[in-house]
């Protein structure tokens, strides 16, 4: 339309889940009917950046020093598990499987894009696992193969010459999942991760 | 989380189209993932903020004094067409079906939301149309109660003692839709502005 409001809207449109029109729909939301929101969105926007970061130990967010899972008495010190993302990290704290510690790498390896394993939060997690805590390692990382690299380069780089027991999450038939609607390598991986059934 | 993540989560969840998750998202790729996005949506909005504003004639969103449909000169100013919100305005400007000029109300009078006809942008139309420039008006308000509501409002009350010819867009099937499927109210209204067959 205009040069502030097509700078907006292109800002809105990079942040995940918002295409054009819902980003358009934002701006003239906040431009047109509401213009009070804008203000307090800056507001928000400004004290999450100044009071918010990630955990210098684990890479989650926090406000304050460390995280609320660092800082959690009751969580097993010798459990790591190791997520791509702060999303991943919320997704399997919300099924209350896993009671040990997390580390988020913050990203994949991904030769096409550039992204080395410099880039993700590895130098932490190498000085972690140095002080002989943590007993087993959980990859929690996707499955495709950029997740595979990533567990690939963890495995051999940065856990090589340690005991640590490294387990990567099952691949399989999702939960209500159905033979007939899935995929070939849904049922590949379902098949070779089968169980004994007692 | 934590205050400063938890009021940026609540802002954002207010804005038209977001939920609850996918404001979570943005929070995350914001403070975790993408920090230096976050400063230029807050200049974006600082700026769109500072430049952007309602055009004084017709409320659409402008850059400068008046907006682009405004002060172009190939407009019919005889033909003025009233819509809710400056959504409306684009979607009906994508069709390009309309070459006059525009005047947008920002709502509809819901007695239930306290919205009365005081809230809406009537003043200025008002005054548009005391110049007697204007001849014809189409309400091209939604097809609901409410929307139904403010067609009557200004009708009687805005477009009173006038001879300005006033009509109101058509209702009907959409473009490529199926009778089965239709609900009963667009079939009524379908039949009831049939038009001849020639």
């Given at each position: ?11 809105l ?20 009917e509401?213009?009070?929101k ?5 507001l928000?926007l ?12 684990c ?7 460390t ?9 097993d ?15 399997i704290?919300?099924?209350?499987a896993?009671k ?9 390896i ?18 972690r ?5 943590i ?11 950029e ?6 380069y ?6 090589a ?10 691949f ?13 390598l ?13």
């Amino acid at each position: 339309m205009f040069p502030a409001f097509d700078k907006l809207h292109s800002t809105l449109k990079q942040l995940p889940g918002l295409g054009s029109r819902s980003a358009e729909r934002i701006c003239i939301h906040l431009l047109a009917e509401r213009p009070e929101k804008l203000d307090q969105l800056v507001l928000a926007l400004q004290e999450a950046a100044q009071h918010v970061g990630r955990c210098p130990v684990c890479g989650n967010l926090c406000q304050g020093e460390t995280c609320s899972i660092c800082e959690d008495p009751t969580r097993d010190d010798s459990r790591l598990c190791i997520v791509e993302s702060v999303n991943d990290l919320l997704a399997i704290e919300k099924s209350g499987a896993w009671k040990g510690r997390y580390h988020v790498i913050h990203g994949r390896i991904s030769p096409l894009k550039s992204i080395g394993p410099e880039s993700l939060n590895l130098e932490s997690l190498k000085s972690r696992l140095q002080n002989g805590a943590i007993h087993e390692v959980l990859l929690a990382l996707a499955n495709d193969i950029e997740s595979e690299a990533t567990c690939h380069y963890i495995q051999e780089v940065v856990l090589a010459d340690t005991s640590i027991t490294i387990s990567r999450i099952g691949f399989g038939l999702p939960s209500g999942g159905d033979i007939t609607y899935a995929d070939s390598l849904t049922l590949r991986n379902a098949l070779e991760s089968r169980k004994s059934f007692a």
